[in-house]
Each structure stands twice: as structure tokens, then as C-alpha cells.
């Protein structure tokens, strides 16, 4: 067991190096002086020489990475731009909205697609099957920023029942945040519901399809018994595949959905970054993403051990 789990973090170390020399070459072997893009197009000749030379671009390039990798693991992600501040009190500022958002997202998406796959595979081939199976297949093929219009459109303008945009610190209220943040988790939360109930779904047929699932039949066992005790445990390592895969998706989807629905996140920040060109912010927020993307990947990964005991061997 110690093994597996040393493995799986050494592993996850390597990918955050591997990942944050894409992030530091990103912007230097990019055509033109970096200094120069990230002054940008009015800057003058004397402000791209102080920023070179603040920036150390002048070293060789195992030195410049080296400086920038001390940085990172100290917290210095370096200053914006635009605003002055460092990269992470402006990230610290957007967490709160963003973290909302996902927490929502993921905990509606497994919730209810959790269900529906264990239901469609309860019913196969009957018409709750194929009617969760054809939303399955809408929500997963729709953008998320048609199903946000839409939403916009239906619950906010025309019904008048929810806001249309923005967000509420949870310091105004529970009821006030939760009103604000109700449309963009369902328009990002639509497809993952669709793919995580495809996923479940094919999982629990196949369970339910072994030797021990009819002998625990045959033995009077009820459906909810063979169901959500037997098969749902057994068909868990891939469902618990989906929970890194929705985590990946869900940091593209919250950069449009906060986009749509004029959220202040770090997904809007980012947005906000790459129009200025403010390049330390984006490298920072790329940084911390895919650490985050990988740590979640690296939970998912020792928790298949607890599921399936000969994983860890």
C-alpha cells in the first residue's frame, strides 16, 4: 500500500515539473521579445529594457527557469501587469466565486447522474432507460453557453425567477448567493450530469450482469440491496475515472460560464488576462489549475485502492 501510494505521488510530482516548464516556455519561445509582448504595443523602447531586466531574461535559460521554479514553490507567482498586485492576491480575490461554482457543479452533477445511470441500468432497454439515455445524449453534445442563453432566457428574463448575472458574496446571505449561482450550475452542470449517467450506466450493466449479482437475486436480495450494496461498489473505479475526467472539463467550462454569466471568478480573470495580455497572471492561474487538476487526479487515484484492494498491488 505505502508503495502504490509513494508511486502515484512521485508520479504526480513529475507531471507538475513537466507542466510548469510548458507554462515557462509558453511564453519564451514564443516568436518575438517576451519583454516586448508582455510590455505590450505601447510601450517604449527604455520600458522593454527595465522589464528585461527585471524579468532576467537576459540569463540563460536554466537559470531563468530556475529563479521562476523557486518562485513558484515559494508562492511568488510574480506581479500583473496591469494591476501591479501579485499574481496571487488576484487569484485569492476571484477564489471565492469559482470554488461556489464547482463545489455546486460537482456535487449536482454526481448526485443526480450518480442516479440516473443506476436507474437507467435498473430499466435497461425500458423507456426510463432510453429517456435518460436520449438526455444523456443531448447534454452531453449541447455547449455549455447555448444551455446558459437559455437558461437566461427561460428562468430569468421571460419567468423572471432568478437573476440573470452576477454574483453575491456569501457575506450577503446564503439565500441571495445561492439565487446567483443556481443558473450557471445547471447550465455547466447539464453536460457532466449526461456523461457521468453514460458512465455509470455501462458500468452497472456490466456488474449487474455477473454470476454473483444473479446469485444474490436468487437468494431474495432486493433491488435496492443488489443495486447500490453489490453493483454500485463494484462499478466504482470507473465512476471515480469520470470524477478526475469532470474536473478537467469543469475548469474549461467554468472559464465560459462565468464568462455568460458575468461572474467575477478566476475563470473571468483569466479571460481578462490573456485580452490585456497580462502574461503572469496566466501563467499563474495555469500553474495553479493543473495543480489542482493533478491533486484531484491523485485523490481519485488512492481512493481506488479503498474500492478495489488489488489495485494497490
Avoid: C
Avoid at 137 to 159: C, K, M, N, Q, T
Avoid at 236 to 247: A, K, N, R, S
Wanted: charged share 10%.
Amino acid at each position: 500500500m505505502a508503495g502504490y501510494i509513494l508511486g502515484r505521488i512521485v508520479s504526480s510530482i513529475a507531471v507538475m515539473i513537466m507542466v510548469g516548464m510548458f507554462v515557462f516556455l509558453l511564453l519564451r519561445l514564443a516568436p518575438g521579445d517576451p519583454a516586448a509582448i508582455m510590455a505590450g504595443d505601447t510601450a517604449t523602447p527604455q520600458m522593454i529594457a527595465e522589464l528585461s531586466a527585471k524579468l532576467g531574461l537576459a540569463d540563460p535559460l536554466p537559470l531563468q527557469f530556475a529563479h521562476w521554479a523557486q518562485g513558484i514553490i515559494e508562492g511568488d507567482f510574480g506581479n500583473s501587469i496591469l494591476a501591479g498586485q501579485p499574481v496571487l492576491q488576484l487569484v485569492a480575490q476571484r477564489l471565492q466565486p469559482t470554488i461556489s461554482l464547482s463545489f455546486l457543479t460537482m456535487a449536482l452533477s454526481l448526485s443526480v447522474g450518480v442516479s440516473f445511470g443506476i436507474l437507467a441500468a435498473w430499466r435497461a432497454g425500458g423507456l426510463i432507460d432510453r429517456a435518460l439515455t436520449a438526455f444523456a445524449a443531448f447534454g452531453f453534445s449541447v455547449p455549455v453557453f447555448v444551455v446558459g442563453y437559455f437558461l437566461i432566457y427561460w428562468l430569468a428574463i421571460s419567468a423572471h425567477w432568478l437573476p440573470v448575472q452576477g454574483y453575491k458574496p456569501l457575506e450577503d446571505g446564503l439565500v441571495s448567493w445561492f439565487l446567483h449561482l443556481i443558473l450557471p450550475t445547471l447550465a455547466l452542470s447539464i453536460g457532466y450530469i449526461a456523461f457521468i449517467a453514460r458512465i455509470t450506466r455501462a458500468s452497472m450493466l456490466e456488474v449487474l450482469s455477473e454470476d454473483y449479482m444473479r446469485t444474490a437475486a436468487a437468494k431474495g436480495a432486493s433491488s435496492y440491496s443488489m443495486l447500490v450494496h453489490h453493483a454500485l461498489k463494484n462499478a466504482g473505479v470507473p465512476i471515480l475515472t469520470v470524477v478526475g475526467l469532470v474536473f478537467a472539463y469543469l475548469i474549461s467550462g467554468v472559464v465560459i460560464t462565468e464568462t455568460v454569466f458575468n461572474i467575477p471568478g478566476v475563470g473571468r480573470l483569466t479571460v481578462d488576462a490573456i485580452n490585456n495580455r497580462d502574461y503572469p497572471i496566466i501563467q499563474g492561474v495555469l500553474i495553479l489549475t493543473s495543480g489542482a487538476y493533478v491533486l484531484i487526479n491523485l485523490i481519485v487515484d488512492l481512493a481506488y485502492s479503498l474500492i478495489d484492494p488489488r489495485i494497490r498491488y
